[in-house]
Structures are given as C-alpha cells and as structure tokens.
C-alpha cells in the first residue's frame, strides 16, 4: 500500500548548525502533513505542519518545505541545540480516509553534537 | 505539559491476566485515537472514536477491546495477550472528528510488557 518514508535513519549535526531531516511519500491524495517531535520516553509531539496548497511554512526556528512535483516534504532546523535530539516523525493525512487519519514516516534520529 | 493523561506510566502483565489503560483529555476534543508504537518504530493506528462511538477499527485482534465512556475518557481493555503485544500504547485526541485534518495530541503513552 501506499506509505510515508523517510530517506535517513539517522542525521548527527554539530551544536549551532542546521539541520534537515527529509521524508518522501507515495500517496498523491493527501494533503496536510505534520512533522512530529518524539523524545526518549515521550510522547509525539507537535512541531509544525503544512497544507497541500502551500510549499512553505515557518514557525520558530523551524521550516517545512513541500514539494507536491516529488511528493517530498523536508524540516528545517535552524540553529541546532541540543534539546531538539529526538526522534522525527513526518505524517500525512489522506482525505479520502474518514476522519482525521494520519499516517506516519520511518522516523529520522536527530543527534546534536556539543 | 501534555494535555492527554494516560494511565498507567508502565504495566508488566501475564498472558492470562485482565488488565486497562486509560486515557484522559479536558480540551473538549470530540475525537480520540489509540495508537500502538514498537520500539523504533512509527505509532500505528489501532482505534479511532468519534463523538463517543467508534469509527475505525484497523483490524485489531479482539484481545484489544477500546471503550469511550464520555467525551473526555477513553479506555483499552487488555485481555489474553501475547508478548509480541509488548509496545507503547499512545493515545491522541483531535478538536473535531468532522473536520479532514487536524493536529493529534498525544499522551505520554503507557508502556507495556506482556510476559
């Protein structure tokens, strides 16, 4: 069936750099993405998320580009710290599903190096 | 803080043991969801109840038995699991259920260890 993935398990960055974590999917009907936060022990946690009709949105310090042509969406992290190491779980939602069904990515492990 | 409260933090039961975990939202969201998350793994889908009834059921084995007493509770009742049950039961609600899309809100999640 169609999925959410993820290109990279695992990214380590350097404390103060950028950092991007990338997701492709496969479904060409959904339409509203969410990018979630889980950290060790936790629960998901919301960090921003986008409708089909735009290619970017901004919120503090992050940044969540679609590109609808590849069916790939990406986060920003601008200014890396330590507090945003967790795991990053991209989500899509098909419409065509009843209700508010969302469908998650692999996840990427975000390391930030001292 | 999470909005969501789930109970208990962690459980360790038998395979013949009855056991539930519950989950608890004050933000007046009509739509509540229970997901099951292996280690390492995505959270998946289990039960999604609308308006207090249920809704979706992704073809989850009767041993899970989900109950929504009110609007603001929502509970998983265990019974004769098997260890590969052992996971991270996440609860989620969302604003309203009508709505196509809409931001989850998860509990901390209860973890569990079937032995």
């Known amino acids: 069936g169609e999925s959410v993935g993820l290109h990279l398990p695992t990214l380590s960055v350097q404390e103060g750099d950028n950092s991007i974590i990338n997701c492709a999917y496969s479904n060409s009907a959904s339409d509203y993405f969410i990018w979630y936060k889980q950290e060790s022990g936790k629960g998901p946690q919301f960090i921003i998320d986008?409708?089909?009709?735009?290619d970017k949105r901004q919120g503090q310090r992050v940044t969540v580009l679609l590109n609808k042509t590849v069916k790939h969406l990406s986060l920003q992290i601008a200014a890396t710290q330590p507090g945003d190491s967790a795991v990053y779980f991209c989500a899509e939602n098909d419409p065509y599903n009843a209700g508010n069904m969302l469908t998650f990515g692999g996840g990427t492990r975000l390391m930030v190096k001292p | 803080d999470t909005e969501v409260t789930q109970t208990p933090k962690h459980l360790v039961m038998g395979m013949t043991n009855k056991k539930s975990l519950k989950c608890e939202q004050h933000?007046?969201?009509?739509?509540m969801y229970w997901y099951k998350q292996k280690a390492k793994k995505p959270p998946e889908l289990m039960f999604v109840y609308s308006y207090e009834k249920l809704s979706i059921n992704e073809s989850v084995p009767s041993r899970f038995s989900p109950e929504c007493p009110n609007s603001s509770l929502l509970n998983l009742h265990l019974h004769a699991l098997q260890p590969e049950d052992s996971a991270l039961y996440l609860c989620?609600?969302?604003?309203?259920?009508?709505?196509?899309?809409?931001?989850?809100?998860f509990g901390e999640g209860s973890r569990l260890t079937v032995l």
């Open positions: 989620a609600s969302s604003q309203d259920p009508d709505r196509d899309t809409g931001e989850l809100f």
């Open positions: 933000m007046g969201h009509r739509a």
């Open positions: 986008i409708r089909s009709n735009m």
